[in-house]
């Protein structure tokens, strides 16, 4: 991108016949957990339908594109659940939301069997925080169903390569193996670096200054820096919503190429992703 908000532009191919153009303006996810242990928000909505549908609607309001449901958490040492107890959790909130809103929803699990069952209930998009490569089904589940992928990179379980940018196409050539096998077209995947995920300090903000270097991959890149320990260990003192530190970080995502940001809250990112998109803009007018 960088001085260019259509670059590597693309409709994004979703499920249920829906799409995201991603040629215009920065498109925002609004993260919702339903568990009780996530890192920011653990426990807020758990076994509440109501109260889970109520702050989606918010953040539809506010600007959020999609809405990405989680079930377990993700965080450094969470208990995982089982996919049973994972499916209790969000498919009655999609279930509820679709019923209510058009917004496009998202399902963050690395689990075939919940991914499908999401799909069926009315999801769009499945948010694999492994990449496809965790559970063998997920692949031949996303090309079944048509849903769009997210696919996401993670030192977690692994060896990394010493280089932030090397490991990243590693990894990334496996999951692309891994869903053309499935015959997934390339216009259902998106790329997600995975900031946060088995990576230290400095190599996120390494991963933040070359992200340019993944448009390479050709694919749309997602970005979810929000709240993250990194952030607020730039900041110099602790915050527990570094919100505002979250927002510059999608600024400079923005400018580097990122085309979609994992927000927790919308309004701040939107408006500061609104005046980059104004910046980006300009330059290519200029």
Request: one cysteine or more; proline letters at 6%; hydrophobic letters at 45%.
């Amino acid at each position: 991108m960088a001085g260019d908000p259509a670059d590597n532009s693309k409709l994004w191919q979703l499920g249920h016949g829906r799409h995201l153009d991603l040629a215009g303006p920065a498109r925002l996810m609004g993260i919702l957990n339903v568990t009780p242990d996530s890192f920011s928000d653990g426990g807020r909505f758990e076994g509440n339908v109501d109260l889970a549908v109520a702050a989606a609607l918010r953040m539809v309001e506010e600007g959020a594109d999609i809405i990405d449901i989680g079930g377990e958490s993700t965080r450094p040492g969470a208990t995982p659940v089982s996919p049973q107890e994972e499916q209790d959790r969000v498919l009655p909130v999609i279930e509820r939301l679709c019923a209510c809103s058009d917004v496009l929803i998202s399902v963050d699990t690395y689990r075939a069997e919940t991914a499908e069952r999401a799909v069926a209930a009315g999801a769009h998009i499945v948010n694999d925080v492994y990449g496809a490569q965790k559970d063998p089904a997920m692949a031949e589940v996303a090309a079944r169903t048509g849903a769009g992928l997210c696919l996401m990179h993670t030192g977690r379980e692994r060896t990394k390569l010493p280089d932030v940018i090397d490991d990243q196409f590693h990894f990334f050539e496996r999951s692309m193996e891994i869903v053309a096998k499935a015959g997934i077209p390339r216009d259902r995947l998106v790329w997600d670096p995975g900031f946060g995920f088995a990576k230290e300090r400095d190599e996120n903000l390494a991963l933040m200054a070359r992200l340019p270097e993944l448009r390479a991959m050709g694919l749309p890149i997602l970005v979810g820096t929000s709240r993250k320990r990194f952030v607020r260990g730039a900041i110099g003192r602790e915050e527990p919503e570094p919100d505002v530190a979250t927002a510059a970080t999608s600024v400079l995502l923005r400018e580097r190429g990122a085309h979609i940001f994992r927000v927790h809250a919308i309004l701040p990112n939107r408006d500061a992703l609104r005046v980059a998109d104004a910046v980006l803009a300009a330059g290519v007018r200029a």
